[in-house]
């Protein structure tokens, strides 16, 4: 049998070699580095909307009689990295509505006013909804409102998206604040009426 292995067969087999390690290495270096921009984002921005990330404890509202006006209370949390802003509210309760502070006037006298651009909750805050605070207003009961009940209600946010939750009635008597009737107007009820109304708020 003859031996076919020349000098010029051993040069083509130690080229080959050659060229397998150099492209071994070429391979090696194509790969991303550690901390490269195929490692997923850290410390991304929180895009659920609002609503979502919005909840609220302990939600109640005072009782009251019907063509009254009365309010809700609770505690709203958000757990996002960005603000939440409640622009508006709609309940079962009544087609009435609005998103109420309580502020000293020029007198000093405690009075309730609506809030110019809503309730916003700070990010990874709360926001607290209290007789003598801020409160969610029910106005033009068109029935009574009485403890054990529950009434369902709907936060919009500024994003669009909304959150129903319920509150349960319970008696109470509390703060005396006046309504400010300097700011908006309600067909229903006077100023009268709306002090009355609020005794106890």
């Known amino acids: 049998m003859l031996n076919t292995y020349t000098p010029a067969t051993r040069f083509s087999v130690i080229c080959g070699v050659a060229l397998l390690a150099l492209t071994g290495c070429s ?30 404890e302990e939600a109640w509202v005072k009782s009251a009689e019907k063509d009254e006006m009365t309010a809700a209370f609770g505690l709203l949390k958000n757990s996002s990295d960005t603000d939440a802003n409640i622009v508006s509210v709609t309940s079962t309760a009544s087609p ?5 502070e309580t502020v000293a006037n020029e007198s000093g006298q405690m009075v309730m006013r609506e809030v110019e651009g809503g309730f916003v909750i700070p990010a990874n805050g709360e926001f607290s909804l209290e007789p003598a605070g801020n409160h969610i207003m029910i106005m033009g009961l068109p029935a009574a409102v009485t403890a054990g009940e ?23 008597a509390g703060a005396n604040e006046n309504y400010d009737g300097g700011h908006g107007e309600h067909d229903a009820h006077d100023d009268a009426a709306e002090h009355d109304a609020h005794s106890g708020h």
Do not use: C, N, Q, W
Request: charged share 20%.
């Open 27 to 56: 391979a090696g270096d194509a790969s991303p580095a550690s901390g490269s921009h195929t490692t997923a984002p850290t410390g991304a921005a929180d895009e659920r909307p609002a609503a979502d990330a919005v909840t609220i």
């Open 96 to 100: 009435m509505m609005e998103l109420h």
């Open 150 to 172: 529950d009434i369902t209600f709907t936060l919009e946010f500024a994003d669009g998206s909304t959150r129903d939750f319920t509150a349960i009635v319970k008696d109470y």
